[in-house]
Nanobody, 114 residues
Framework: QVQLVESGGGLVQAGGSLRLSCTAS????????MGWYRQAPGKQRELVAF???????IYTDSVKGRFTISRDTAKNTVYLQMNTLKPEDTAVYYC????????WGQGTQVTVSS
């Protein structure tokens, strides 16, 4: 079992930055992959970024060059640094961990005003 707690969401103007954090209840060193998804009103949940246990990363095209996913195994935390935010980035952002099962955080709201 893994509990995930997100933080760092909020309201920001277009062009601004936010950093999301996802802290796990146990060591993330051996977790196969962790990532961030988002869900905007009326839309399906979509993958934003992913990082594997070996440090490989994957980004959806719309955030490439603007978002960076990273992890700190000493703090059991995964981060999503979001720069040059756009109104279309507005969504609830969910942390995800994939091990023998799939785990989700409760979500954190990110609102980007134009």
């Amino acid at each position: 079992q893994v509990q995930l707690v997100e933080s760092g969401g909020g309201l920001v103007q277009a062009g601004g930055s936010l950093r999301l954090s996802c802290t796990a209840s146990r060591s993330i060193f051996s977790i196969n992959a962790m990532g961030w998804y988002r869900q905007a009103p009326g839309k399906q949940r979509e993958l934003v970024a992913f990082i594997t246990s070996t440090g490989s990363t994957i980004y959806t095209d719309s955030v490439k060059g603007r978002f960076t996913i990273s992890r700190d195994t000493a703090k059991n935390t995964v981060y999503l640094q979001m720069n040059t935010l756009k109104p279309e980035d507005t969504a609830v952002y969910y942390c995800n961990a994939r091990d023998h099962a799939t785990y989700w955080g409760q979500g954190t709201q990110v609102t980007v005003s134009s």
